[in-house]
């Protein structure tokens, strides 16, 4: 529109249309130097760095409101450019970290992780280990004998054809309009499981004690989890959909696609009339389709 420049924009939204990031969801974020803008209100395809400087001007200002939604500027000279940061973004509404780039045709690769003095923030693993440990140290406030728990390493868990299954199952929900929040929930188990659901998933097939309903269960609380198996637990990213909240012993119902149980531990994070019952965390999740679930970590304490 105004020449064949280098062009900028101070929102955003604008930069991040697929027209110009081709898809490759990153953004440039630079200082530019603009020195002195010559403001256009119309299009002129003929600007270039000698019509500015024959005028004085050193770049091109295109006010929001003009021909232009968001303001724009626009350089003839690379060198008034100085690239800062690259954002990677998403367009989710609930953004997860990016999974890491591993180069192995392993179908799940499992990271051992341990707490750290040095810090690096461009490792994802890492930012995957601050998470689960965060979450769990959050949730575990509930519980008397876990608030000073010592974590001895996170394993990060990569099954990309979980994953795949699992996004289906949330772009699915979208569709049909079904909520498609993600949670986070404790599986406990024995330890010699692990292995088999890591690579394979919970399966109803092998569910036991279901008091509450059939179907495969989690806690938002480690503590609640932790009584179950000999000391085995999952971090898992959970899709709840319609949740059914009962405290019986019934099975979820044809049209839902979880049962929540709330009990003490629930009450006590949410105080008297603290957070409505739809949204208070369960002590109980119960799911029966396997896609509805991914295994993301192992906590070793």
Do not use: W
């Not at 006010?63 to 724009?72: F, K, Q, S």
């Not at 932790?226 to 899709?239: H, P």
Request: with cysteine; net charge positive; aromatic share 10%.
């Amino acid at each position: 529109m105004y020449g064949q420049g280098i062009y900028f924009a101070t929102d955003s939204s604008k930069s991040a249309r697929e027209i110009y990031t081709k898809g490759s969801q990153k953004l440039l974020l630079c200082q530019v130097i603009l020195g002195k803008s010559m403001t256009v209100e119309k299009a002129d395809s003929s600007l270039n760095r000698e019509k500015l400087r024959s005028k004085k001007f050193d770049s091109v200002y295109a006010p929001r409101g003009t021909e232009v939604i968001n303001d724009e500027f626009v350089i003839f000279n690379p060198d008034q450019a100085l690239p800062q940061y690259i954002i990677h973004f998403s367009d989710r509404k609930t953004l997860v970290p990016p999974s890491p780039s591993i180069h192995t045709k392993e179908a799940c690769i499992v990271k051992k992780m341990k707490a750290s003095r040095s810090v690096n923030f461009q490792d994802p693993f890492e930012m995957y280990y601050n998470y689960a440990e965060s979450h769990f140290r959050r949730m575990a406030t509930t519980s008397s004998l876990l608030r000073q728990a010592t974590i001895s390493s996170i394993d990060i868990v990569i099954n990309k054809d979980l994953e795949d299954k699992f996004e289906a199952t949330k772009k699915s929900f979208k569709s049909q309009g079904i909520p498609d929040t993600e949670i986070l929930a404790y599986h406990g188990t024995d330890k010699k499981n692990i292995d088999s659901i890591l690579q394979s998933n919970l399966q109803l097939s092998y569910a036991k004690r279901q008091a509450y309903g059939k179907g495969n269960y989690f806690s938002e609380f480690p503590a609640v989890s932790l009584g179950y198996g000999d000391g085995g637990l999952l971090l898992c990213r959970i899709l709840p959909g319609k949740e059914f909240v009962d405290s019986t012993a019934c099975d979820i119902p044809p049209d839902y696609n979880s049962k929540k149980v709330i009990g003490d531990q629930s009450t006590r994070v949410m105080g008297p009339g603290a957070v409505s019952r739809a949204n208070a965390s369960g002590d109980m999740i119960i799911i029966e389709n396997s896609d509805q679930i991914l295994p993301f970590f192992v906590i070793h304490r």
